[in-house]
């Protein structure tokens, strides 16, 4: 991704649907064509009922990772089982060995809101 | 007396598989700040699998199956050499490498594979062999548009490029004695599936056992006649053996290392010289009551046992791992297994399938008491993940939620 694509899009917010919309322990992917990122990008609905957002291609191969299992706040990839933090993006277990690109998401006014680009608070991944 | 060993500063990995990689990465992450070297003839250590899959087809080239890439090593302050390891020193504190320099190291982990069994049979070196990326390279090589191609193994390699050679256009054959290959690891019904998957995209599969290789003859302008014990034979311009693979035990017997089809490892991968530990497919597991397992020839093994020998090499205990799991991906499907399917292992077991038009998705084993003790599924992964959950759990699921299709495989394991 190049630094201009990202800076054109950091400050707006997606609206991904109510909360209700994504059950708890599933993911929604937002395409590109809806984001206007160059990637999809995956929407989780942890267990823990928060949200977050990672690139929805695992780092490892072409596998989504919204089709994967989701346990708590981790997402298994459906195709060779690379685990990832849905918090921090952080890789959790081989095959993949890069960290997945985070997004930060948040819920105000009973919307889901993705900022496609813009890394999860650094302060939440600080305290992983 | 039991004395406790001097924490290693000096770690040295013999090998650039998985399991090397997968003992590098642990170490680490269990804060090992020692120095670690990885000695890898073939440079930065790559993947495997793709070898029969998407590298074979060209559809991913050699960057795209690093394990990692160039920076994760220097990021973690680990020393890639290009190099051969000869012999293991351990009274002179190290291992002797190719061109006789020798490389001190206070631990020594063995991970240094096999080579492809060869067919001991009458021109059973004219075989093609897959294990390395050279070996994929040269398959590519013979994998042409009309080309005919024998392939001995129907296990995972012989099927995985059974598929990839008529996906580039090969006239492919795909002999095995077994009627029902897979079918251990897998249950009879997903291997059936899976088998009749070969005719259904023109791959001919006999059921037979080769003989011989002779030289073709001149009316069928092949290389090869593959000579077959019922008495037929099969032309062919290119033989590719897929039929397990020898451990590389050499280093490890002539340092005067136990060894049985396999250099013998503890749970946490120490073999009977306490420098040396071992991993992967050259490795052979004693478990506590003394009894020698089979070697697994699977890549989840070879990072398990990559990750116990770290734990190991650092005098921590071995971490706990759940059912085994292995994957195939053939014929444009995704197959993957968890636990065993085998139920001769389990008496009393019985199959449970879930089926949609009557095709088989996925089959599990159940135990005399209803504990789920395996799961096969094609295209199925979450169900896949639900059974690996509920094996490790000991979960008693119900037998007709796992057979209804219409039951969401994440409701199963929670």
């Not at chain 2, 598989?17 to 070297?37: K, P, Q």
Request: charged share 25%; glycine share 12%; net charge negative.
């Amino acid at each position: 991704m190049s630094l201009a694509t990202r800076v054109d899009i950091m400050s707006e917010a997606i609206d991904v649907g109510s909360p209700d919309e994504i059950e708890e322990g599933t993911a929604r992917v937002v395409e590109p064509e809806e984001s206007g990122f160059d990637e999809p990008i995956a929407v989780f609905h942890a267990e823990s009922g928060c949200f977050y957002a990672l690139d929805d291609t695992c780092t490892h191969e072409e596998a989504s990772l919204a089709e994967g299992w989701i346990e708590g706040e981790t997402v298994e990839c459906p195709l060779h089982s690379s685990s990832f933090s849905l918090r921090s993006g952080k890789v959790l277990c081989l095959p993949a060995t890069q960290d997945a690109r985070t997004h930060k998401v948040e819920v105000a006014g009973g919307r889901v809101m993705l900022y496609p680009g813009v890394d999860a608070d650094e302060a939440v991944r600080a305290g992983e | 007396m039991n004395s406790v060993p001097e924490p290693p500063r000096r770690i040295l990995v013999v090998g650039g598989g998985v399991a090397g990689f997968s003992a590098v990465n642990e170490l680490r992450a269990r804060g090992y700040e020692g120095a670690l070297t990885v000695l890898s003839p073939e440079g930065l250590p790559y993947d495997r699998p793709p070898l029969s899959k998407g590298y074979l087809l060209g559809t991913e080239d050699a960057d795209k199956i690093r394990l990692a890439p160039e920076a994760w090593y220097a990021e973690r302050g680990v020393e890639v050499l290009p190099e051969r390891a000869v012999a293991l020193r351990p009274a002179e504190g190290g291992v002797e490498l190719d061109g006789g320099r020798l490389l001190a190291a206070d631990r020594v982990l063995l991970a240094v594979g096999g080579a492809p069994r060869s067919l001991r049979i009458p021109g059973g070196e004219a075989a093609l062999t897959l294990r390395s990326r050279a070996d994929s390279d040269a398959l590519r090589q013979v994998l042409v548009p009309g080309a005919r191609v024998a392939i001995v193994g129907a296990g995972l390699i012989g099927a995985e490029v059974a598929s990839a050679a008529v996906g580039l256009g090969a006239e492919v054959t795909l002999i095995d004695p077994v009627e029902l290959p897979l079918a251990p690891a897998v249950g009879e019904a997903i291997a059936r599936r899976l088998h009749a998957m070969h005719g259904e995209r023109g791959v001919r599969a006999v059921v037979s056992l080769p003989v011989e290789i002779a030289a073709g003859n001149a009316n069928d302008g092949a290389a090869h006649l593959v000579r077959l014990a019922d008495g037929s034979s099969v032309v062919a311009d290119s033989v590719v053996a897929g039929i397990g693979i020898v451990p590389e035990t050499g280093l490890a017997a002539a340092a005067g290392i136990a060894v049985d089809d396999g250099v013998i490892v503890d749970p946490s991968g120490a073999t009977s010289n306490p420098a040396v530990f071992a991993a992967g497919d050259a490795s052979r597991l004693r478990v506590a009551d003394g009894t020698l397992l089979r070697r697994a020839e699977h890549w989840e093994a070879a990072v398990r046992s990559g990750q116990a020998a770290a734990a190991g090499l650092l005098g921590e205990p071995a971490p706990a791992f759940g059912a085994p799991w292995l994957w195939s991906d053939r014929h444009g499907v995704h197959v993957e297994a968890v636990g065993t399917l085998d139920p001769r292992q389990a008496p009393g077991s019985r199959t449970v399938l879930r089926a949609v038009g009557g095709v088989p998705q996925a089959a599990f084993l159940l135990a005399a008491d209803g504990h789920l003790l395996g799961c096969a599924a094609v295209d199925l992964p979450l169900m896949v993940r639900a059974a690996r959950r509920m094996i490790d759990r000991g979960l008693t699921p119900d037998p007709d939620a796992l057979a209804d299709p219409a039951v969401d495989p994440r409701k199963l394991a929670r």
